[in-house]
Every structure is written in C-alpha cells, then in structure tokens.
C-alpha cells in the first residue's frame, strides 16, 4: 500500500475514533493493535517491551506529582479566597471585578495546571457575582471560559510536560516559555475589558443589547486593614508558584523534583490553614490525583504505542515529507499546521492532540528552522482555542455548568473576542518568538 495513502488512512482512522467519544487511550491503542495485525504483525511480541519502555521515564514522575499539588488547593477554599482577596485590590479599577476574575484565573492556574479546573473553581464564585453586579450572562461565562484555558499555559503546565516527554524536549524550558506568553494573554484579556467598560461609559447600552453590562456596584469599600489582611491566607499558595518557577529558572532542580516538593507545601498549607487534616477529608483528594495520574498516563502510554506504529509504517516519515514539499514557503505551512490545530482542538482534548501530533509535527518544525520549545507554546494557545470552541470544548460545558440558565449562543457571543485575542497572541508569537524563547535562552544549563 501507498505510504501516504497509508499515513491517511491510519490517522483517519484514530481521527475518527477519537471523535466517535469512545476512552482516548482505548482509541489509540486500538488502532495501534489492528494496524500492527494488518500491516506489521511480526512486531506484536515487541508491543510489551515498547510499551513498558515508553513509560520508562523519571520525567513523567512530574505528571502526578503537579497533581497531587493541585488536587488540595482545588478540594480547599482557596479559589474562594484568592478571588475575594483580587477583588478587595482591584474594585476601584473600571471593570475591576471582571480583571479579577481573570487575574484570579491565572494565578490559580499556576496553582492548579488544568483549565477546566480553574474555569470551575473561579467561576463557581465569580460569574454569579458579576452577574449579581450587572455583568451580562455573555460577558461573565465568556470571561471565565476563556481565563481558563490560562490553566495549560500559565506554568507548571501538565500539558507543556506532556509536550516535553513526547518530543524530548526540556520541559523546564517548556515551563518557562510559556511565562511570557501567558502574561501577555492576560494583560491583553484585561485590556479588552477595559475597552468594553470604556465604550460602555460613552455608548448607552441598546434595548438589545446581550453583551455589554448594565452597571457595576461601586459602593463597595475596603479598608486597607482589609486588604492586607487578607492576603494572609492567598500568600502562601503564590509563594508555591514563585519557588516552583525559582528553582526551575535557577536550574535548582528537575521539575519532578519541584513538583514533589510543591505538592509537600500544597498539602501542608491547606492542612494547616483550612483546617483539612481529617483522613475523610484527606481521603478524597488522593483519590482524585491517583485518577486523574492513571488518567493521563494511560493517554500517554497508548499515544507513544500509536506513535511508535506510526513511525514503523513511515506514516509520520510521509506525512512529513509531504508537508514540507508543500510550496507555500515555511510561514505559509506553519498557518497550514495552525489551521490543522485549530481543528484538531475542536475535537479532541489537549493532552491527546499533544502526544498524537506533537511527535508528527516536531520534525516539520525543526526541518523549517522553528525552535521546539517556540512551538510548544504556539501548539498550546491553538489548543487554548479548542477549549472555547464546539463540540468538545471543555469549559464551555464547565460555565454552561455553573449558569445552566444561560444559552450556550450567549457562552460562544461572550468568549468570540477572547478567541481574537489568543489569535493575536499567537501572531505576535510569529512575529517575535523572543516572547516565547527568551527567558528559556537565559535558563542555567
């Protein structure tokens, strides 16, 4: 058979499998198996060793661990009080309760690393308040379904490991690119607010108008007591952030290790400041991070068989060759693989379309003179995307969740802006990858 009608038909093939809504890691250890039957089956008596080897990897020791960092800190109340803390700072600011929803969102994804949990952690509490202050159901679910996507940017990012592990790239590095990137987002996510606070100030809201708010409670005042204060219990869990970030950019230590010591701080904290020490209570959280670890590890475990097959076929080799023969100039197939991207995380979730394509794309990328780590933060902005965008995305479904009264048209009105925004961002990645590649260029080794 034809390599490349054979690269079609075996991405296909996992394509459609993935979509059908069937377990990720089923799909792609099932097309893996049938393609090794019917193509290669001399290789089946290898299949264990391949799979035990792929796992094989003291860098994927950091998956659990950042984890196990998160599962406390979302199973506590410190979304609660890092969102009322941002809000006793930012409230005088025009559209402050909306920037601190969305600073609040990135913080607590460098807390949390995943974006579905911080888009329900914070939205639980914020979109009923903003609504309650006159924010529209559009821009208050909009607003917290984009700033959860900060969750696999922002780092430490499971998903920038993933990245790292699949293409063997340095996933500090990955972390650190994505520093940048991600405080670029957010400036600009709170820019937009701005703006719409701005217009709403000279323009009168329309009888139909379904995106612009009506009023925002201004007679709301804090002490500075107040406000000290509460930074009290919000401090510790930024301090987490600072060491993780420190001791990655100093070359300290490994991201296994610091996520291991994160995730000793992260329980310590939320046992002595909330009080969760109980084993009914300690219980739950262990539970979910074993969950979730096995989760994507199964994942990873069945993309590096279906990678491994894929490479064996010449499937990846084909499709490579035939991208790059591709006469569109290598700014025109790096738009051709944004589009593919795009497309991909409309369907499938992140961790799956890093570790099935990642490995793909690599070689493309490296043969047009692209830097990987570059790429790992251009990959996950367009996954970002695929976050806000139907069918799969993620936190449309988590703050259609936390407001079941407002319609899924008023979800996708209030997140479309924000979809430019990450469309800018990865434009001005384009045209200046040193937002992407200079903190790692200074990195210590």
Not at 71 to 91: C, Q, V
Not at 274 to 295: D, G, T, V
Request: glycine share 10%; net charge neutral.
């Amino acid at each position: 058979m034809n390599e490349y009608v054979l690269a079609i038909l075996l991405f296909g093939s996992a394509f459609g499998l993935l979509v059908s809504g069937i377990p990720i890691w089923a799909g792609l250890a099932g097309i893996s198996v049938i393609f090794i039957l019917s193509f290669s089956p001399h290789l089946m008596p290898t299949l264990p060793y391949v799979l035990h080897g792929s796992m094989d990897s003291f860098a994927l020791l950091a998956i659990p661990l950042f984890i196990l960092l998160s599962a406390p800190i979302a199973a506590s109340h410190a979304s609660k009080d890092l969102y009322e803390t941002l809000h006793k700072w930012l409230h005088k600011i025009p559209g402050g309760l909306g920037i601190a929803n969305m600073v609040g969102c990135g913080i607590f994804a460098a807390l949390c690393g995943s974006s579905p949990a911080t888009a329900a952690a914070i939205g639980g509490i914020g979109i009923p308040e903003m609504r309650r202050r006159g924010y529209s159901a559009a821009l208050a679910t909009g607003l917290i379904a984009h700033a959860g996507t900060f969750g696999i940017l922002i780092p430490p990012s499971v998903t920038m490991i993933l990245y790292g592990v699949a293409t063997e790239t340095s996933i500090g590095k990955c972390f650190i690119a994505g520093v940048i990137p991600g405080i670029l987002l957010v400036v600009l996510s709170c820019a937009w607010l701005g703006i719409v606070f701005f217009y709403r100030k000279i323009v009168p809201a329309s009888p139909g108008s379904t995106y612009f708010l009506e009023t925002e409670a201004v007679d709301e005042q804090f002490s500075w007591a107040e406000r000290f204060f509460s930074l009290f219990k919000v401090l510790p869990f930024v301090l987490i952030i600072v060491g993780i970030m420190g001791s990655l950019y100093g070359g300290w230590a490994t991201p296994s290790e610091a996520g291991g010591l994160g995730a000793v701080l992260s329980l310590f904290f939320v046992m002595t400041i909330y009080r969760i020490w109980r084993p009914k209570q300690l219980w739950p959280i262990f539970i979910k991070a074993l969950n979730e670890s096995s989760m994507i590890l199964m994942i990873m475990a069945a993309a590096l068989v279906f990678a491994w097959v894929s490479s064996d076929l010449y499937a990846t080799q084909a499709l490579g060759e035939l991208i790059l023969k591709l006469p569109l100039g290598k700014w025109g197939i790096i738009m051709v693989i944004n589009i593919l991207l795009l497309i991909l995380g409309c369907f499938i979730p992140p961790a799956a379309v890093i570790l099935m394509v990642a490995p793909l794309l690599l070689p493309i990328i490296q043969g047009l003179g692209f830097d990987p780590i570059w790429f790992a933060v251009i990959m996950t902005v367009n996954l970002e995307i695929g976050l806000v965008t139907p069918p799969v995305g993620l936190n449309l479904y988590v703050v259609k969740n936390i407001a079941p009264d407002v319609p899924m048209s008023q979800v996708l009105l209030g997140v479309t802006p924000f979809v430019i925004i990450d469309l800018l961002v990865i434009v001005l990645l384009c045209i200046w990858p040193e937002l992407a590649i200079w903190l790692p260029n200074k990195m210590i080794g």
